[in-house]
Nanobody, 125 residues
Framework: QVQLVESGGGSVQAGGSLRLSCTAS????????MAWFRQAPRKEREGVAVIRTRAGSTYYTDSVKGRFTISQDNAKNTVYLQMNSLKPEDTAMYYCAASNNLFCGTPVEAWYRYWGQGTQVTVSS
């Protein structure tokens, strides 16, 4: 079992920045990937960014490339999502997720077994 706790959400104006954190506990050695997903009102949940925990390789969905950065601090079992140049369309509930699936390098929701409770990000224009 893996437990995930997110923090760092909030409200900002367009163009601003936020950093989300996700701290994992439990059987973290089994994690192959950590990812951030988001779900806006009346929309499906979408994968935003992924980091492979051993290789450190990353994946970003097109809409956030060049603005968001996913990183990890293995000593703290923590993954971060630095979000810059935020736009109103980034408004969503952001979820941290962990996967031990071999194909977790792309954020397919079904491959992620463990989820955090979510943290709200609101960007005003």
């Amino acid at each position: 079992q893996v437990q995930l706790v997110e923090s760092g959400g909030g409200s900002v104006q367009a163009g601003g920045s936020l950093r989300l954190s996700c701290t994992a506990s439990g059987d973290t050695n089994s994690n192959k990937c950590m990812a951030w997903f988001r779900q806006a009102p009346r929309k499906e949940r979408e994968g935003v960014a992924v980091i492979r925990t051993r290789a450190g390789s990353t994946y970003y969905t097109d809409s956030v490339k060049g603005r968001f950065t996913i990183s990890q601090d293995n000593a703290k079992n923590t993954v971060y999502l630095q979000m810059n140049s935020l736009k109103p369309e980034d408004t969503a509930m952001y979820y941290c997720a962990a996967s031990n699936n071999l194909f977790c390098g792309t954020p397919v929701e079904a491959w992620y077994r463990y989820w955090g409770q979510g943290t709200q990000v609101t960007v005003s224009s």
